[in-house]
């Protein structure tokens, strides 16, 4: 069964403060990893999509990073506008194939 | 970029009656739309997968006969929660696919949600 565990389930930075967000999957033929950002009450937002281990991928102060069993979103220097829930999710095989997502990580950039 | 927008945004109904969500691809042919359930501080679950012109497949636990999806055109695909009940308060949220040689991104486009309350 296919699986995506993220880590640390919520995360208090001071703005400026630099960290990581770890996913950690199973799936069986990994077709792509995906990371979004979801505010409350809103839809999620995409962020990046890798695809194969040594992939990295930057979008402003965001960097994903993926290996064989795992991926990063690295945030450098964060500001309170980062606040969110980031989700990892995992799409398995060719085709259109759900993605299967973990539970979060609630992020609190803290001016 | 592609968009996918979903009506309502939000709605209150009150026990027994039913309620319809509509999600529609607004620049692009969506042959297949999922439709996901969110509890708060929960993860997105996967309810069912609607392809365009056939049954929808519903994920284990799932009622179909309670949650009816309806995928009749490629840009329009609609959720009935019929006969709702508090326990089936929840955000409501889809998202679609479209043709793998227009969007060479992976990226799967969401809506912005619904917002279920029954009273």
């Known amino acids: 069964e296919d699986q995506v565990t993220q880590s640390p389930e919520a995360l208090r930075l001071q703005e400026g403060e630099s960290s990581s967000l770890n996913c950690s999957y199973t799936?069986?033929?990994?077709?792509?990893l995906f990371w979004y950002r979801q505010d409350p009450g809103k839809g999620p937002e995409f962020l990046f999509t890798l695809y194969s281990a040594g992939e990295e991928k930057e979008k402003e102060r965001l960097k994903a990073t993926l290996t064989k069993k795992e991926s990063f979103l690295h945030i450098t220097a964060p500001k309170p506008e980062d606040s969110a829930t980031y989700l990892c999710?995992?799409?398995?095989?060719?085709?259109?194939?759900?993605?299967?997502f973990g539970k979060g990580t609630r992020l609190s950039v803290i001016a | 970029g592609a968009v996918v927008s979903q009506h309502p945004s939000w709605v209150i109904c009150k026990s027994g009656t039913s309620v319809k969500i509509e999600c529609r691809s607004l620049?692009?042919?969506?042959?297949?739309m999922f439709w996901y359930r969110q509890f708060p501080k929960q993860s997105l679950m996967l309810m069912a997968t609607?392809?365009?012109?056939?049954?929808?497949?519903?994920e284990q636990g799932v009622e179909k006969d309670k949650f009816l999806i309806n995928h009749a055109s490629l840009t329009l695909s609609t959720l009935t929660v019929t006969s709702a009940h508090p326990e089936d308060s929840s955000f409501y949220i889809c998202s679609a696919s479209g043709l793998a040689d227009r969007f060479n991104t992976g990226e799967l486009f969401f809506g912005e949600g619904s917002r279920l309350t029954v009273l």
């Open positions: 609607s392809n365009e012109g056939s049954k929808a497949t519903y």
């Open positions: 999710a995992v799409q398995a095989r060719a085709g259109n194939t759900p993605l299967v």
């Open positions: 620049d692009f042919q969506a042959t297949t």
């Open positions: 799936v069986s033929g990994l077709r792509g």
